[in-house]
């Protein structure tokens, strides 16, 4: 069984940064991207980053020159780096894997960013 578990969000002052992680454990058939979501109170859940089983990025505009998002297939972790943070980036962020043929999600960690 696949499972994905998110850790490294908390509070931070505008301004800060934080790194998340996620770990994945499970037997994984086949490439997957993997990518990081976010779902602030009252609203849609978005994508925030992807990156493919080749290292290909992609970042939604309002993110873009302040995360990073990396892997470690060693390790089975994929990472978001978050830094130059804003009230705006408060929510709680998902991890996600798929592919053509599957997805799965992590259960969250909330990142809160307030003075």
């Known amino acids: 069984q696949v499972q994905l578990v998110e850790s490294g969000g908390g509070s931070v002052q505008p301004g800060g940064s934080l790194r998340l992680s996620c770990a994945v454990s499970?037997?994984?058939?086949?490439?997957?991207?993997m990518g990081w979501y976010r779902q602030a109170p009252g609203k849609q859940r978005e994508l925030v980053a992807t990156?493919?089983?080749?290292?290909?990025?992609s970042y939604t505009d309002s993110v873009k020159g302040r995360f990073t998002i990396s892997r470690d297939r060693a390790k089975n972790q994929v990472y978001l780096q978050m830094n130059s943070l804003k009230p705006e980036d408060t929510a709680n962020y998902y991890c996600?894997?798929?592919?053509?043929?599957?997805?799965?999600w992590g259960q969250g960690t909330q990142v809160t960013v307030s003075s």
């Open positions: 499970g037997t994984i058939s086949g490439y997957s991207t």
């Open positions: 996600k894997m798929w592919s053509a043929t599957y997805a799965y």
């Open positions: 990156i493919t089983s080749i290292g290909d990025t």
